[in-house]
């Protein structure tokens, strides 16, 4: 079922305004929106173990031909993404989006190598699956709510059927990972806070 973005402003919208598959996670968290989105950007694979196995595991055949461990532990996730064909598509004080084209449904993925977020919003070349990530802050009183939403738009027909079988299995295990990754940033800022009352 396809889905169409209202008038929020969310960077995530000049990007994806039109989805055939979609997946939103949420978690409120007792920090200023600020200190949020650079707890995102810092997040490191060994703050979210889970995920970090995941990608390890999609990534072992590479890890076997090069002999070295595929994921930096103290590197960022968001570097990681990158390295691996992800593109920055947009940033502000509330909101941080990634995306990436490929054939992602393919044993061998075929990724579609892109620049910026100019090509990644005009590119239309049918066989190809259009995805997209933001993290985004959402203020509320003393704490705010961060959510993290993934848009794929399939450029048609013959992409988004190939799409849907993949998307099954990597909605559930990408939904372990977001709140993975949600919680991770929830401990950390709560770390942070604690640390801060100490010193007064």
Not at 16 to 27: A, I, L, N, T, Y
Not at 53 to 65: E, F, Q, S
Request: charged letters at 30%; a positive charge.
């Amino acid at each position: 079922m396809e889905g169409i973005a209202t008038t929020s402003g969310q960077l995530l919208d000049r990007q994806v305004p039109r989805w055939q598959f979609r997946e939103v996670h949420s978690r409120r968290i007792d920090a200023p929106s600020h200190r949020v989105i650079e707890l995102v950007l810092n997040l490191r694979p060994r703050d979210v173990p889970f995920s970090t196995a995941l990608l390890a595991l999609r990534l072992a055949p590479v890890a076997l031909v090069e002999r070295k461990w595929p994921i930096p532990p103290d590197r960022p996730w968001i570097e990681i993404l990158l390295s691996l064909g992800f593109v920055e598509l947009g940033r502000s004080d509330h909101e941080v989006v990634f995306g990436a084209i490929g054939r992602f449904w393919r044993v061998r993925e075929q990724m579609e190598p892109i620049s910026d977020s100019e090509e990644f919003e005009s590119f239309d070349e049918p066989g190809f699956a259009k995805g997209a990530m933001s993290f985004r802050v959402v203020e509320g009183g003393r704490s705010v709510t961060l959510i993290t939403e993934t848009r794929v738009w399939a450029t048609d027909d013959r992409a988004r059927r190939a799409f849907r079988p993949y998307w099954i299995p990597v909605r559930a295990l990408g939904g372990l990972m977001r709140r993975e990754m949600l919680a991770a940033v929830a401990r950390s800022a709560r770390d942070i806070g604690r640390g801060s009352g100490s010193s007064n």
